[in-house]
């Protein structure tokens, strides 16, 4: 059974993602991987914590309600988004990543730099880029 990877975050590009990848594991018989990454430190307190397990169980409900098998991955250990992406794909052999995109700016783009990018490429599998409504 092959696997379909996911990065998920509770916004909208997150939730096109977890439809497309969804529905991409359906149709291609292979299991499912959330992956929830944040960098932690100071900012990621008790109550953000909380508040992202919240969210992740919303996520178990839609899971469980496609009857896909799946796995779902929530990260705090200091890396970037794309980092824990890339490497939980290679980890499962994943045969696609799914991500989601949002329209930013060419200035937001240079100040925060792009996990999408990232991920495009270095990603070792085929990645499908999902932009939001």
């Known amino acids: 059974m092959?696997?379909?990877?996911v990065g998920f975050v509770p916004k909208p590009e997150g939730e096109a993602a977890l439809t497309t990848a969804i529905s991409?594991?359906?149709l291609r018989g292979c299991k499912l991987v959330v992956v929830n990454s944040h960098r932690g430190?100071?900012?990621f307190d008790r109550s953000k914590a909380q508040a992202a397990e919240e969210e992740l169980s919303?996520?178990?409900a839609q899971l469980d309600e496609s009857g896909l098998e799946y796995d779902i991955r929530q990260l705090v250990r200091g890396f970037e988004p794309a980092e824990d992406l890339i490497?939980?794909?290679?980890a499962n052999s994943a045969e696609l990543?799914?991500?989601g995109l949002r329209r930013r700016s060419p200035v937001g783009k240079l100040i925060l730099g792009s996990n999408a990018q990232?991920?495009?490429l270095?990603?070792?599998?085929?990645?499908?880029a999902v932009k939001a409504d």
């Open 2 to 5: 092959g696997t379909v990877v």
């Open 24 to 26: 991409e594991a359906k």
């Open 122 to 128: 270095d990603a070792h599998c085929p990645v499908m």
């Open 41 to 43: 430190g100071q900012e």
């Open 118 to 120: 990232r991920v495009l």
């Open 87 to 90: 490497s939980i794909a290679e």
């Open 97 to 99: 990543l799914v991500i």
């Open 58 to 60: 919303s996520v178990r």
